[in-house]
């Protein structure tokens, strides 16, 4: 299969906004990757499609795709072979491995059509938005094998990865699903949250009883044990089990044999508050010394749900019967704080003390609800504050697949009334309406400060925008030490003016709080 073929479907894809056209152009270009009887290209294709590596991390950020070569004029380059070269680009290290990395990164693009580079410089920088989300995916992966949507679905439920699931579908059809079931020392795919507004709406949409459950600000971690041996995978199914040694010896201490375990690990002050999240993200990087870090600053785990225990898969259990069988194997030292309550008020002040703890709000859980692994499930909501700055853009980007044509991604600045000057903190492209990327396409081409051309397009700082964050992280990237965590915009403030938008000051006082 010719990467352009990839590249094609990807631009058609994020051009239409109808569901039923997108699964239906991915299941055909699925169906002609299946043809070739290789499972390891349709895994390849459903990885990019869905905006991943295969690989995951090769090295190769916005940094290395700044300057390319010209675009070739006609196609050479296969699936297979990009592939290959991106295992290659990924496995350079040692003396002069950036020199090398980007002699790699500027062979292949040298050999690319322009709609091939236009692909790959967005899916190498996490730029791939097309609206091929999960749902989406797994549909298309349907369609294309002729295979029932709900066992594609499970089947990456419990596989933990639709790209395998996928390559088993378009080559072995049904029969071949039956192989994805819920095994110790397999990652599945993490149960996640919808969002409510608070802990009344939650009790409301939940209806009844609701087991509440403090949200820590740590890293999401599923554990398994098969005897002696234990194996720690983040929430995106990476093997971290190396880096997390209290996180395994935790794990031994239990009465257990066999197990699986969702969980939260993270670092904690001595006077059991939490250390703001980067202390936590430390201690998944590749290059930390374990030891020495273990020492300065040991990580907790608590755990918050079991999937299987002893030879017995709990997840289609209710939530009120699989937290019954954690309490009775995880000592409450290793459990999260919970009520189960069906009383606003009871379930507010709840949420008060854990906030007032440093943590980020509190988990709201149908007691009734099965586990459902690596889909957003109805059955549990997250609240936690939401903070909001009114901030200034500075650049904006052109947007990609369905926002081709449009100013999309925003840079944002804060004042600093020391100098006058704006100082990034972050970009978003979140919370955005047609209308208002419709909006917002004009009002910057009309405060361009320079060429509109570009990928950036710099832009006077007149505009305020109000944007929605959930704190506030350390950050090297960016001039002020400070990046805005998941911000999303609420809407553009035309009543303020740039001297009126909060400052750097404001930004740090949020930082300090923890926020």
Known sequence: MQLLDVATASAEVGATSARLKKIARIA????????????????????????????????????????????????????????????????????????????????????????????????????????????????????????????????????????????????????????????????????????????????????????????????????????????????????????????????????????????????????GRPHRFQVTASRFGRSVDIDAARTAQPLSVFVFDLLHLDGTDLLDLPTSERIAVLDSVVPQTHRVDRLITDDAGAAQNFLDITLAAGHEGVMAKSATAPYEAGRRGAGWLKVKPVHTLDLVVLAVEWGSGRRTGKLSNIHLGARDPATGEFIMLGKTFKGMTDAMLDWQTARFTELADGPTDGYVVKVRPEQVVEIALDGVQTSTRYPGGMALRFARVLRYRDDKNPAEADTIDTVRALYQRGG
Request: aromatic share 4%; glycine share 10%; net charge negative.
């Open 28 to 271: 055909e270009l699925l169906r002609t990757a299946g043809a070739e009887g290789d499972a390891g290209l349709v895994a390849v294709v459903v990885s990019w499609l869905s905006g991943e590596l295969p690989q995951r991390q090769i090295g190769v950020g916005w940094a290395a795709l700044r300057s390319l070569p010209a675009a070739a004029t006609e196609p050479s380059l296969t699936v297979a072979d990009v592939d290959a070269r991106f295992s290659e680009i990924g496995a350079v290290a040692g003396k002069g491995s950036q020199t090398r990395r980007a002699e790699l990164v500027s062979a292949l693009f040298g050999q690319a059509t322009e709609a091939e580079q236009t692909f790959l410089r967005r899916l190498l920088s996490g730029e791939l938005r097309q609206g091929a989300l999960i749902g989406v995916m797994a549909d298309a992966v349907a369609k294309a094998a002729g295979v029932p949507a709900p066992a594609v679905r499970r089947a990456a439920m419990l596989g933990g990865a639709l790209p395998a699931v996928a390559a088993a579908a378009l080559t072995g059809g049904e029969a071949a699903l039956e192989q994805f079931t819920l095994a110790v020392g397999r990652p599945v795919g993490p149960m996640l949250a919808q969002t409510a507004t608070g802990v009344t709406d939650a009790l409301e949409r939940i209806g009844g009883t609701t087991v509440f459950e403090a949200k820590l600000d740590g890293a999401r971690v599923q554990i398994h044990r098969s005897g002696d041996s234990v194996s720690i995978y983040t929430r995106s199914l990476d093997d971290v089990t190396a880096r997390l040694p209290e996180v395994v010896d935790a794990t031994l201490a239990l009465p257990v044999t066999d197990l699986i375990a969702d969980a939260e690990a993270i670092a904690l002050r001595p006077d």
